[in-house]
């Protein structure tokens, strides 16, 4: 996926929409693998199987999005679960957009949920406060008149201006991405979790790119057992 990222930045590309739908296994074939985890009998009962793809090499698909670079990107782009700040708060749009999909994506891939399960833009900024800290101040005073009423005080809007307590209560339940992590990842897990602070960080000029991410330690060491 980053890999992909890259090529396509490269041809200045911006895909826009990268979410786990738009990736797909190269090959289809897989291998059976006993589950004990799932079974409730006892561990020489392999009657319960899960299934392991054969290849871990994937591919990008779906480019209805896709534009090339231009200075007037300012309209919503990306789905919701996977949209960068710069997007909702309205500051303009560029490669960076694709680079914190992905790390949503790294996020959902080790926990199997979506990290930012959401419908509402406060509530989506404020997800993005709890698991990662507070926003820039530089950030937020740079909002667009639409996303003004998001931020008060110099500050986000929150949670005075949550839209229910259900709201509230889906924000505080989330954890802080490092220990989020450290849930689902034994070894590696430093690592990982620094990728992922360089591909989530809200301001898309300080954000890695996706060839600095490609050099990653993580990802190197996946290239390598690949």
Known sequence: MIKGATVMHDLRMIHTDLKPENILLVSSDYVKVPDYKNSSRSPKDISY???????????????????????????IVSTRHYRAPEVILGLGW??????????????????????????????HLAMMERVLGPMPQHILKRVDRHAGKYVRRGRLDWPEGAASRESMKAVLKLPRLQNLVMQHVDQSAGDLIHLLQGLLRYDPLDRLTAREALRHPFLAKVQHRR
């Open 94 to 123: 560029s490669y960076p957009c694709d680079i914190w999909s992905a790390g949503c994506i790294l996020v959902e891939l080790c926990t199997g949920e979506a990290l930012f399960q959401t419908h509402e833009n406060l509530e």
């Open 49 to 75: 199987y899960k299934r392991v793809p054969k290849s871990s090499a994937i591919k990008v698909i779906d480019f209805g999005s896709t534009t090339y670079e231009r200075q007037d990107q300012n309209y």
